[in-house]
C-alpha cells in the first residue's frame, strides 16, 4: 500500500475553511469583512462622501406614488451634475442607496445618467430586495449583517434625503436622527424628508414635542421639501455652509434623461 500523498494530509487554510468561516465561531470575521471589503473599493474609487436616498422599494416609476420615483431621479441627477463642478480630486457628495428597487433605484439612476458613481449597499431579504442595473458595479455591496450596513450609511454621509416609506425606511430616519440629536456624529448632516404631506400624515411630530418625549429644537434637525429644486437648494446651501464650497448652480436634467452608460450591477 503507497504512502499518503502529503498534500491530501494538509487541511485547509482558516480562512479558505467554508466551513468554519459559516460556523458562529467565524463571526467576528464576517462582521469584519463587511467592514473591510466596502472600505477598500472606496479608497479605490476615491470616495470621500455621500448623500444618502433612502424611500420604499415599493414604489415604481409607474404606479399611485410614481411621481416621487421620478422626483428622486432628478433630485438624484441635479446633485451629481453639481458635485461633477466641485474643484476636488476625490469623488464628493456620490449618490449612496440601499441598492434595491423603488426609490433606491431611481436615486442611483439618476445619478448614473448625471454621469456619475453612485454606491448601492444592498441586503439580502426574502423578499424585494435585489440590486438594481443602475449602481456603479465596483461600488454594489452585498451584506448580511444590518448594523454593518447602517454603519455605512452613517460613516461617509453628509446629507440624508428620505423619501415615503415603510418600516425600513422609518428605521434609518430615526437611526440617523438619534445619531445627531444625541451627538454621535460629530459632522454636520443636513436632513431632507421628502414629500411633506406623507410624513406630517404618518408622524406627529409636534405630538412628540407636546408630550415631552423630544425637544422643540429636535424639530430643527430636518427640512421638509415637496420638489427636486426645493430639495437640492437645502442640500447645496447645507453643504456649501459646513464644508466651505462655492456657490451652487442648479443644473437643467429632465427626468426622462437617456442613460449615459449602462450598469449590469455585477460586482
Known amino acids: ?14 480562512y479558505l475553511n467554508e466551513e468554519f468561516l459559516k460556523r458562529a465561531d467565524a463571526r467576528p470575521l464576517r462582521i469584519l469583512s463587511e467592514y473591510l471589503e466596502p472600505l477598500a473599493h472606496f479608497r479605490k474609487e ?6 444618502v436616498f433612502f424611500g420604499s422599494a415599493r414604489i415604481r416609476e409607474e404606479g399611485p406614488l410614481s411621481r416621487y420615483y421620478h422626483d428622486a431621479r432628478k433630485l438624484a441627477g441635479m446633485v451629481t451634475e453639481w458635485s461633477h463642478a466641485l474643484p476636488s480630486s476625490a469623488e464628493r457628495f456620490v449618490i449612496c442607496s440601499g441598492g434595491g428597487p423603488g426609490i433606491m433605484e431611481a436615486a442611483n439612476r439618476g445619478a448614473t445618467e448625471a454621469g456619475g458613481k453612485t454606491i448601492g449597499l444592498n441586503i439580502g431579504l426574502p423578499f424585494e430586495q435585489f440590486p438594481n442595473p ?20 452613517a460613516y461617509l454621509a453628509k446629507a440624508l434625503v428620505v423619501f415615503p416609506g415603510g418600516f425600513g425606511t422609518m428605521d434609518e430616519l430615526f437611526e440617523i436622527l438619534t445619531l445627531v440629536q444625541t451627538l454621535k456624529l ?41 420638489t427636486p429644486e426645493v430639495a437640492f437648494r437645502m442640500l447645496t446651501n447645507k ?14 436634467i429632465a427626468s426622462s434623461a437617456k442613460p449615459t452608460s449602462t450598469h449590469t450591477g455585477s460586482k
Open 46 to 51: 476615491r470616495i470621500s462622501d455621500t448623500i
Open 186 to 226: 460629530k459632522k454636520k448632516i443636513a436632513i431632507v424628508l421628502y414629500g411633506s404631506e406623507f410624513w406630517r400624515e404618518t408622524i406627529n411630530f409636534d405630538a412628540l414635542v407636546r408630550h415631552g418625549t423630544i425637544s422643540a429644537g429636535d424639530l430643527e434637525l430636518f427640512e421638509f421639501a415637496d
Open 239 to 252: 453643504l456649501q455652509a459646513s464644508s466651505k464650497l462655492p456657490a451652487p448652480e442648479a443644473p437643467e
Open 134 to 153: 443602475w449602481i456603479t458595479p465596483e461600488l454594489n455591496f452585498e451584506f448580511h449583517y444590518f448594523f454593518m450596513r447602517k454603519y455605512w450609511f
Open 1 to 14: 500500500m503507497s504512502a499518503p500523498n502529503d498534500v491530501e494530509k494538509r487541511p485547509p487554510l482558516a
